[in-house]
């Protein structure tokens, strides 16, 4: 008889998880944050992470890498993102000012 020496390997196997170290400064104060993170990890996480340790409300806050808006569920690996990157933080303006709410002057 003949032995059969095949071999079950996953086809699902994964080479252990890059990481990428990005930076993200607020352009208000210039304070920067250094974070490692996978890089097919959503950039979610690192949004939430940054907006706790700097007691800010994710929902009024934007994150800006090369220009463009970043959604939270991109990936650095999606946006070719490499060590040292920097993500721009700015906060989100509200205007309740309607079309015809133009400087109101009471006489």
């Known amino acids: 008889m003949r032995s059969s020496s095949t071999s079950f390997t996953s086809k699902r196997c994964r080479a252990p998880q890059e990481k990428v170290i990005l930076k993200v400064t607020n352009l208000e104060d210039e304070g920067i944050d250094v974070y490692k993170m996978g890089t097919h990890v959503h950039l979610k996480k690192l949004m939430l992470a940054y907006c706790q340790r700097r007691n800010l409300d994710y929902r009024t806050l934007r ?8 959604r939270p569920r991109q990936t ?4 070719m993102m490499e060590d040292d990157d920097i993500i721009h933080t700015v906060m989100e303006q509200a205007s ?3 079309p015809n ?5 009471s006489l």
Do not use: V
Not at 63 to 70: P, Q, Y
């Open 76 to 79: 650095p690996a999606q946006l």
């Open 63 to 70: 994150f800006i890498f090369n220009g463009s808006f970043l």
């Open 96 to 98: 309740n000012a309607g």
């Open 101 to 105: 709410d133009d400087a109101l002057i």
